[in-house]
């Protein structure tokens, strides 16, 4: 079992008034001036760019300040002069194809398509892995003993970025968008970065409906449709393995799902083990509001607001089960 692997902000307080907290989210926002970061010069929605059939997306480069120096450039300054700093970095590229079509034909497909909620994620947590700085979010030396689930995976990007950070990780979506996640792990090799050796294929599909997950009665049918930790692509199951890590990035849109997701959440989540890390876009305000009233109300669950990982356009919040108290 991992030690604590997420950092809390010095000064977070466990959210317990919803109503003060979007207050906070949206007041935040509406003193930035929003980016003009769509392809067509507005926000929009949130997606990077639904017209191309393959985006590349690029998450560096990922600079920090350095001192290296390559052994012919400090053979050219004489041991009285100054060593300039150089600008150490690194290029991150992966291949992401869409389904523009599911996305205009398929009745609520949003996972089709890229959004910007994803990329931004990716590159800070890849940013503070390569440059830790006083204040990351994940202990990266014991994020490699943890087992992650994604859910609402979409193509597939946070897996193909993320996963070698991870002892496994798995990413799961409805069926229909099973394939496009599979074709973009084929699109892209193996990152080389993380703990896990590169020969090591710790990253899975699955398909988790939260629809049919949340149908199901408590007991044995639900457990054997939920998926377990793996690790390598012809590995089992192994059910006395647990989920560290839930994580939901973007997922938060429709109102219907809201209650389906909380439920798939708490159904994967084991206390005193499981965090929820959620990251959202901040569109619809009412429907963030009841998103974290539903995650409230259930029982045991202490969540806290991530400040500085994204910026005033997005919210992030980490959520843990504590344990029941036994009884006397």
């Known amino acids: 079992m991992p030690g604590p692997f997420i950092t809390l902000p010095p000064d977070a307080t466990p959210i317990s008034d919803v109503d003060e907290e979007i207050f906070l989210l949206y007041t935040g926002l509406n003193r930035v001036r929003t980016k003009l970061t769509g ?4 926000r929009g929605l949130g997606h990077v760019d639904s017209r191309k059939d393959v985006l590349t997306i690029n998450l560096g480069s990922l600079s920090e300040d350095a001192t290296e120096m390559s052994k012919d450039q400090r053979s050219r300054i004489s041991p009285k002069q100054k060593r300039p700093k150089e600008k150490k970095s690194i290029e991150i590229e992966i291949e992401i ?7 205009r034909s398929r009745r609520g497909d949003t996972g089709s398509v890229v959004w910007r909620a994803s990329v931004e994620f990716c590159r800070a947590v890849l940013h503070q892995y390569f440059f830790p700085s006083g204040s990351v979010v994940f202990d990266y030396s014991r994020l490699s003993e943890c087992n992650c689930l994604e859910l609402g995976a979409g193509t597939g990007l946070l897996g193909i970025a993320l996963s070698p950070l991870f002892r496994a990780y798995t990413a799961t979506d409805i069926a229909a968008l099973l394939p496009l996640i599979r074709k973009n792990m084929t699109l892209n090799p193996r990152p080389k970065y993380g703990a896990v050796g590169s020969q090591c294929v710790n990253l899975t599909v699955e398909e988790l409906d939260w629809l049919t997950l949340a149908s199901l009665p408590p007991g044995p049918t639900r457990i054997r449709y939920c998926p377990s930790p793996r690790v390598g692509a012809s590995s089992m199951p192994n059910k ?21 997701l909380v439920d798939t959440i708490e159904a994967l989540s084991t206390p005193g083990r499981t965090w929820a890390f959620v990251v959202v876009e901040l569109r619809q305000e009412d429907v963030i509001r009841e998103f974290l009233n539903l995650w409230l109300t259930l029982e045991g669950w202490v969540i806290t607001r991530m400040e500085g990982l994204l910026d005033e356009n997005y919210a992030v919040w980490a959520g843990h089960r504590i344990p029941p108290v036994p009884t006397m």
Do not use: E, F, M, N
């Open 39 to 42: 392809p067509d010069g507005y």
């Open 97 to 103: 194809a869409q389904d523009k079509t599911a996305l």
């Open 240 to 260: 006395d393995d647990i989920w560290d890590l839930i994580l939901a990035v973007d997922c938060i849109y429709h109102p219907s799902l809201l209650r389906p």
